[in-house]
């Protein structure tokens, strides 16, 4: 991307971009950075159990990755079957956790551990961008995008209820973490928490992931405009 020769960088981080979680294997050079990733082994096993089996099963996996309208349907049609689908998401993950979510490391107050290398890991990246946009010239700056399930208190206690760290979970935490290391270390940084907190997350998010509605990207759009024009970025 270097060759467009950019004024701004910008990184949008969302929670699965911590490093180290239970999903992936990283292997780290001399200086603390990743050299390679791998599918870890619970990864594995989880994309095994949920492969397609047999020709109904194929065409279903190829339906649900190219059709939306499919994916709504069969939702609905197994919602019926088996009972209520679950409030947001039907697979582990940012809005539906088990309890071996790689995800709720990002919640956790912890400071030692998986929880302490996982963000020490992804301060190092940073560290090591940051450099790097600035050795060419150009200006590093951060976009923090919030889960569904952060915008408010009962959102996130209901999402974290079946994890047995639940009730030393804390939903802010994330976006603490990261804006401290901005604000140490001269980064521009949006918090779209302060956006969206608050907010219907039916609204902005779609029902069965974790990306934003059209209407979403435009509050999204729109916030980080008048935040590059605050910062005299643009």
Known sequence: AFRF????VLLAFFLNDLPGHALMDVQWDDEGLPRAYARSATAQRKKLDQAPRGVLGAASFWLRSRSL????????????????????????????????????????PAVDGDVKNSWEGAFRILAALRREVEDRGATLAMM????SI??????????????ARG??????????????????????????MEVFEGTEPERYYRQYD???????????ARALRDFLKSRGLI
């Open 167 to 192: 009730a030393t979970l804390s939903r802010r935490l994330p976006q603490q973490r990261m804006t401290r290391w901005c604000d140490e270390n001269g980064v521009p940084c949006l918090d779209l």
């Open 69 to 108: 309208v499919y994916t709504l349907v069969r939702k609905r049609i197994d919602s019926l079957r088996t009972g209520p689908a679950p409030a947001r998401g039907a697979a582990p993950g940012p809005d539906r956790p088990d309890p071996e979510d790689p995800f709720l490391t990002a919640f956790s």
């Open 5 to 8: 020769a950019p004024d701004i």
């Open 150 to 163: 952060q915008l408010n208190d009962a959102a996130f206690s209901k999402w974290s209820a079946s994890s």
């Open 144 to 147: 923090l995008i919030p889960a």
């Open 210 to 220: 974790a990306h934003w509605t059209r209407e979403g990207h435009m509050v999204a």
